[in-house]
Each structure stands twice: as structure tokens, then as C-alpha cells.
């Protein structure tokens, strides 16, 4: 059995580690969030209750768990508050018993916001100030929230003001079961993802040491949620995209259509957008991923670009965040393709590469080479163990698991707590 648990993105965040960090908080003390910001969206879904959280930690649902927001995070004070209120208004317990901020997390200012908008649109940020905030705290001008405190006697906030470096190592003394939340993804990560289209954080397993203030013999197992396709949102190279980003602007989104069709005329529109993707449309097949998987933003409502799943990219972060397992999630927004393809190395410069860069440059120019399995028809959202699964998409996942090098021990199928078929115990709680 694991202690404590890192739960790291192993794409481009949005991986689903909301859902799965909601699902292991059960059996946690404590959930502990060590990198980014309001930049995050993690979705949790109960009992038919949809709850976004960008901030707090995916541990809030949960009564009597500590959640702390490490020194690693920029907050926004504004949104804090914001967020604080309306988890209070769906009856939510949120004190200071149960949610503890960093005295040493940096602020984020109007003025980083102020400064994303206008300055960094090339990257496609979130507009959250998230760069600008990290920016003037390694260059040492930044405002840590106790001096941000103390200037503005912002009585709404003190009281969740703690330093909490000495409250996760000694709730780690008392072997207390911590979870370490992940934002964003490995691909993301200022260090060890596709700069410059990145975060501005350490979204990787190292990240939790300096952004908690622990040390890495406690972290203890790592597990890397990964989505069973790909998708990114904002600018930067994703070598398994299906369609174009323009192709893709041109649609009219999820909830436009749902709004604009009538039931029968939105069943038949995904008919028709179903069967131009078994043909073998490439739009058509990111388009069918983007509907089905409802895939757009959380944060900003941006749709997410799609693709496939790429083995190289999840084994490199595998290897960057000494990943011990793997989280698969949405497996259930397959049912209906014909055919599923996994990336299996890239064809660059008239020859195949059979592992990841995060060089931007031959990125761009690398071509997946695709191994193909077959799919299943069957909806997979009411499945209550691994061996109901059908054939293919149990086949799916052990050829990801040969690729990637480590086990899953997990498979979501659905966004309802629920809807999660444990595989493999000995990596969890
Ligand atoms: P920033 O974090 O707002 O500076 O944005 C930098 C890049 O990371 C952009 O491509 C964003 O779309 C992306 N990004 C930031 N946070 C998330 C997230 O939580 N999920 C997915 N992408 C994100
Ligand atoms: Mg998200």
C-alpha cells in the first residue's frame, strides 16, 4: 500500500487528476496542491453535481480533510475569496480547520493579469497573471501572501494563513496519508516541457519538494494521470493533432449545438460526424474526440485541441516524474470508433526517433508513426470491473502499458466518482 501520492499530469493538463484525486481523497488526510494557480481546472463530478475548483484542492468535497495550498502556488486573493464563497453556498465546509494558505505563496497582482492579456497571447496563455506573478517572484520584487496581508488587512483571507511547511511535515510525522495534487501537466512544465510553450511552474513530481517544502524520500509513490488520447489547450506542438487549429475555430462548440439543435437534430449531426471519422477524416476523428470527451476548457471554455494518444510522450514523462503507475481516463469517449491509433514513434528528418524531445523545433516537424487496434461500440460509462470491459479496450490498455513501460492502475469511465475500475491496489491508499 502506498502513504502518499502524487498525482501529476503526464500530457498537457487536463488529464482528468481532479477526478482522480477526488476518488483517492477518500482514504487521504490531507490533499496538498504545489504548483500553479487559478490557471488550473480540475472537475469533479457527484452525484450528478459538477464542481470546478481552480484553486482550492480536489480534497474540499470530502468532510475532515486537510487541504493546503503549498508555498509553490500563486494566489489570487480575489478568486481565493470567490472560491471559498461559492463552495460555502453549496454547503461546502471551507474554514480555517480544513484549508490552509502559504504564508510564503506568491500574489498574484492586477497588474499580472493586466500584463498576461496584453503581453503573452503568442503563447496562448489563460490570462490568469500566472507568468507575470512567478516572473517578479524569481526576480525577487514579488509580494508573498503575509506581506500582501499585512499590507492590505485583508481580514477574509488571514485566517487560512499558516505556514505550512511545518504543517505537512508534521502532519507527515504523525503518518498522516497525504495526496499531492498536480496542475496542469509534464509537457507544461517550465523545465521539462515544450518551451517556451509552457507554464511558468514546476508541474512535474520534483515540483512537490520545493513548492511544499518536503523532502523527496517522502513523497512516496507517483502516479501519472493520463487521458487515453491527447489534447492541449493554448499554442505549442502536439505531434498526434487531428485537424487544424483553423479547421477547429470554425465549429461551433458543444454547447452552442446543444443549444441550437434539437435533440434529434444533435444525434444526428454526431451520426453524421461519427461516420466521417470512420472513413478515416482526421477532422472529423478529432472533432468526434472533442464532442464526445466535451473537451473545452474549464478555466477559459477554449475547445481543447485533440489528438491521439502518444506512447512516447507518457513514457518520457514517466521517466521525468518517476512514475510508479498510470491513471488512464476517458477511455469511455472511444465507444463508436472503428479504429483507434496509438503514436509509436515519429518519422523526423527521413528517419524514426522512438523517444520524446521537448525541442520545439524538430518537434514541429516530427510525424507520428501509428500502430492501429481495433474499437469497440459498446458505451463503457456503466462497467464495474476491469474484466467487463469489451476485448478491444482491454487490449488498448495493456498495449499502453507495454508502450509506456509501467502498469495502470487505474481506468476511468466516466466523470462520476464512480465510474472508476480500480486495477491494480497495491499503488493506491
Ligand atoms: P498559463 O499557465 O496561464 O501561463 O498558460 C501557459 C500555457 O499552459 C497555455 O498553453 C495554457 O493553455 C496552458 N495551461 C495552463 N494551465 C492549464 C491547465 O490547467 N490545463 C491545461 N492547460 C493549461
Ligand atoms: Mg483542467
Known amino acids: 500500500m502506498a502513504k502518499n501520492i502524487a498525482i501529476i499530469g503526464a500530457q498537457f493538463g487536463d488529464e482528468g487528476k481532479g477526478k482522480i484525486i477526488d476518488f483517492l481523497a477518500e482514504k487521504a488526510d490531507v490533499v496538498a496542491r504545489f ?3 487559478n490557471n488550473a481546472g480540475h472537475t469533479i463530478k457527484v452525484n450528478n453535481e459538477t464542481t470546478i475548483l481552480h484553486l482550492i484542492p480536489s480534497g474540499i468535497l470530502h468532510k475532515s480533510k486537510i487541504n493546503i495550498i503549498g508555498n509553490g502556488v500563486v494566489v489570487d486573493p480575489k478568486e481565493l475569496i470567490g472560491e471559498i464563497e461559492k463552495l460555502k ?3 461546502v465546509e471551507v474554514t480555517p480547520h480544513n484549508l490552509a494558505v502559504s504564508e510564503n505563496a506568491h500574489t498574484i497582482l492586477e497588474k499580472h493579469i493586466k500584463e498576461d492579456k496584453e503581453k503573452n497571447v503568442h503563447i496562448g496563455t489563460t490570462a490568469r497573471g500566472i ?10 520584487r514579488g509580494l508573498r501572501i503575509a506581506d500582501y496581508i499585512a499590507r492590505n488587512n485583508d481580514n477574509k483571507l488571514k485566517p487560512f494563513v499558516k505556514n505550512t511547511t511545518l504543517l505537512i511535515n508534521d502532519l507527515i510525522n504523525k503518518n498522516k496519508k497525504i495526496l499531492f495534487e498536480g496542475a496542469q501537466g509534464t509537457l507544461l512544465d517550465i523545465d521539462h516541457g515544450t518551451y517556451p510553450y509552457v507554464t511558468s511552474s514546476s508541474a512535474i513530481a520534483g515540483g512537490i519538494c520545493t513548492g511544499l517544502g518536503i523532502g523527496p524520500s517522502r513523497i512516496g509513490m507517483v502516479i501519472g494521470v493520463a487521458k487515453a488520447y491527447t489534447t492541449r489547450v493554448g499554442n505549442g506542438p502536439l505531434p498526434t493533432e487531428l485537424g487544424t487549429e483553423q479547421e477547429m475555430k470554425e465549429e461551433k462548440s458543444y454547447k452552442e449545438l446543444k443549444s441550437d439543435l434539437s435533440e434529434e ?16 477524416n482526421e477532422y472529423s476523428q478529432g472533432r468526434l474526440l472533442r464532442m464526445n470527451g466535451v473537451e473545452y476548457g474549464s478555466t477559459t471554455g477554449r475547445p481543447r ?10 513514457k518520457y514523462a514517466a521517466m521525468v516524474n518517476g512514475m510508479g503507475a498510470i491513471a488512464l481516463t ?6 463508436g470508433f472503428e479504429k483507434i491509433r496509438i503514436c509509436v514513434g515519429y518519422k523526423y528528418d527521413g528517419r524514426i526517433i522512438k523517444s520524446f524531445t521537448t525541442n520545439v523545433s524538430i518537434l514541429d516537424k516530427c510525424e507520428p508513426v501509428y500502430e492501429d487496434i481495433p474499437g469497440w461500440k459498446e458505451s463503457l460509462n456503466s462497467i464495474k470491473e476491469f ?10 490498455v495493456k498495449r499502453i502499458e507495454e508502450l509506456v513501460g509501467i502498469p495502470v492502475c487505474i481506468v476511468s469511465i466516466g466523470a462520476e466518482r464512480s465510474q472508476t475500475l480500480i486495477l491494480r491496489k497495491e499503488f493506491l491508499f
Open 35 to 37: 504548483n500553479g494557480g
Open 89 to 91: 453556498s453549496k454547503g
Open 131 to 140: 507568468g507575470p506573478a512567478y516572473t517578479d517572484k524569481v526576480a525577487r
Open 265 to 280: 437534430g444533435f444525434s444526428k449531426l454526431m451520426r453524421s460526424i461519427a461516420k466521417k471519422a470512420n472513413e478515416g
Open 305 to 314: 485541441r485533440t489528438g491521439w494518444f502518444d506512447a512516447l510522450m507518457v
Open 330 to 335: 476517458k477511455l469511455d469517449v472511444f465507444s
Open 387 to 396: 474484466k467487463a470491459l469489451p476485448e478491444n479496450a482491454k487490449r488498448y
